[in-house]
């Protein structure tokens, strides 16, 4: 059910904000806002030795930076900056408090397993469309790594250091103008095409109108992304997981998930989406939470042998 959060007490400032929350049950939060962080050098996302996870968003009120940590069954936030206000209004639902992780039930040993060992685990909703749409569309057609170093890249170049006291390093994303402006040759030295970088610049130029989709059920989320050219069914259905925290949009067109599925739920190493679809189809209404608990489950297809040419031997 939804709410299972609620706010002990909350204090906000643009100077710093505090709010404290407990959860009616455990929370985990690293798989819940791990979706969140893009790559292990994310300049908008760092974990310290502290247990603290920091985050620096754009919101639509400005800047603002939050810290959450989890102790003894509950959950502190702080945060600080012009987006202070709404980041603790936004809290709940970034810690899962819309969420329903009793929706769904497993029916393969695996899922029940995970979903036994990963109680706290939630989904996310951030209500940001833009912070989680750009970096997909860096990722389309290139290795994560890569899409990680461009995103680095370009946050450091054309966002602003995080306010208040947050660690060394930590940054917000430009603002949608900034991004629409950014010149040809910088997304080039960033190592983005031309055809990734006009798609985000057509996004940041209907920025607005994508926010809106934050609001929506994810399906017609998804179709209003999609109106611009460039986005399609997976770069879509990666930011709405993230921004409307849609627990049934599984990501199509994937490299890698279809095999993972496949194997973890059939044993079937080459699954393609068809297949795979298939194979969720026991758990319409959570199948992106279904893809999840896969992945957390760490089963992923053993990797093949490297093959011989040819008249190879093999000496032992």
């Known amino acids: 059910m939804a709410g299972r959060f609620a706010p002990k007490r ?83 639902a970034l810690l899962g408090a819309e969420d329903d992780p009793a929706a769904f039930v497993p029916r393969h040993k695996l899922l029940l397993a995970t979903h036994r060992r990963r109680p706290g685990l939630r989904l996310t909703r951030t209500g940001l469309v833009l912070e989680s749409l750009i970096p997909s569309v860096l990722e389309q057609k290139v290795t994560t790594t890569e899409a990680y170093g461009s995103w680095r890249r370009l946050v450091r170049q054309y966002g602003e250091p995080a306010p208040g006291p947050a660690p060394e390093g930590l940054y917000v994303m430009p603002d949608a103008r900034t991004w629409a402006r950014i010149p040809s040759w910088e997304w ?19 920025a607005p109108r994508l926010e809106e989709a934050a609001l929506m059920d994810p399906p017609a989320a998804r179709a209003r992304l999609e109106l611009v050219p460039g986005i399609g069914p997976w770069t879509s259905a990666e930011t709405v997981q993230r921004s409307n925290g849609a627990p049934d949009e599984v990501t199509t067109g994937d490299l890698h998930l279809p095999g993972i599925v496949g194997w973890a739920l059939a044993g079937d190493r080459t699954a393609d989406d068809a297949r795979m679809l298939e194979l969720l189809a026991p758990y319409e209404g959570q199948r992106h939470r279904a893809a999840r608990l896969i992945l957390l489950s760490g089963r992923t297809p053993p990797r093949r042998a490297p093959r011989r040419a040819p008249g190879d031997i093999t000496r032992i």
Do not use: C, M, Q, Y
């Open 10 to 92: 909350t204090r906000t400032t643009t100077r710093g904000g505090h709010v404290d929350v407990s959860p009616t049950e455990d929370l985990d939060l690293g798989p819940t806002l791990g979706p969140l962080r893009r790559g292990p050098h994310d300049p908008t996302f760092r974990t310290t030795a502290d247990g603290s996870i920091w985050r620096a968003s754009r919101t639509p009120e400005g800047p603002g930076t939050l810290r959450v940590r989890s102790h003894g069954g509950e959950v502190e936030a702080e945060t600080w900056g012009p987006g202070a206000a709404w980041l603790d209004g936004r809290l709940p």
């Open 188 to 206: 080039h030295r960033a190592n983005v095409d031309g055809k990734r970088a006009a798609t985000i610049v057509r996004a940041a130029r209907v």
